[in-house]
Structure formats: C-alpha cells, structure tokens
C-alpha cells in the first residue's frame, strides 16, 4: 500500500521549513539535507551534526530512524544559504528546525561541510487497515 503522492513540481510551493534530501541517488530517504526558509533552499553545516539530528530529519520526512548522519558533503557540495550550523536535536523534536541553533543563516561553514543522513527507509508503520468482521461473519 502506498500512500497517494501529491504532485508538487512547482519551486515557489515549497513552504517555509520544509525539507528535503537531495542527490541520495535512487532512495528519496538519503541524501543532503536542505531547508526551505525565506524563499530559498539551503544546507545544514555538519557542525555537531549526530545521529540524534538525523532521526529528526528521518522521522520528519516519513523515513524512520537514521541509519548514520554524513559530514563533509558526502552527497554532494549544495548551493544557497546554509540556514543552520551546531544544531542540537534531543532526538524528539518534530522538525529539525525545531532543534536547538545558533539562529537561521548564523554559521561559520563553507558548503563543503553539508551535512547529509542515511534514513532507513519509508515509515515501517504502513496503514494497514483490519477489517472489524472476520472472514466467516457474513
Ligand atoms: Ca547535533
Ligand atoms: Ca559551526
């Protein structure tokens, strides 16, 4: 069962906070971290970037847990701002930019520092629907 996709090929639909994993190759659950803020999309430095900010990012996107949380633009060098840098998740905030930073574009990185994750995969929760009537009940 898949949940329904809804198409969004549109860059100026993209809401303030959203994020996004970019250049993961064929999983939609790796990749380079970006943040939609201010109209642009942007990185996160990989300055004490864990595992504790990258199940944020999993989790956020539907991915559950993060298998590691990658430094030094192992996907790839991005462009734009780098919206945040030191981040501190505790692990339970429902959105990265959620967590504990320095403040929105505040870092001392270059893009060569683009943080990244590795999820497991899509949400191990899927909708399964039971039907309340045994087969056998007419
Ligand atoms: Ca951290
Ligand atoms: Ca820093």
């Known amino acids: 069962h898949t949940p329904p996709v809804i198409a969004d090929s549109s860059p100026t639909t993209s809401a303030e906070g959203q994020v ?3 250049n993961g190759g064929n999983s939609s659950c790796s990749g380079r971290v970006e943040i939609f803020l201010r109209g642009q999309w942007g990185t996160v430095c990989d300055d004490n970037w864990d595992l504790n900010d990258a199940n944020v990012v999993c989790r956020q ?6 298998r590691s949380a990658l430094q030094s633009a192992a996907f790839g060098q991005g462009s734009g701002p780098i919206w945040l840098d030191n981040v501190s998740c505790s692990g339970n905030e429902p959105s990265i930019t959620d967590c504990r930073h320095p403040g929105f574009g505040i870092h001392n990185c270059g893009h060569v520092e683009d943080a990244g994750v590795v999820c497991e995969g899509k949400s191990n929760h899927p909708s399964i629907a039971y039907t309340a009537y045994p ?3 007419a």
């Open 61 to 66: 996107l539907g991915c559950g847990r993060a």
């Open 20 to 22: 996004r994993l970019v």
């Open 135 to 137: 087969f056998w009940v």
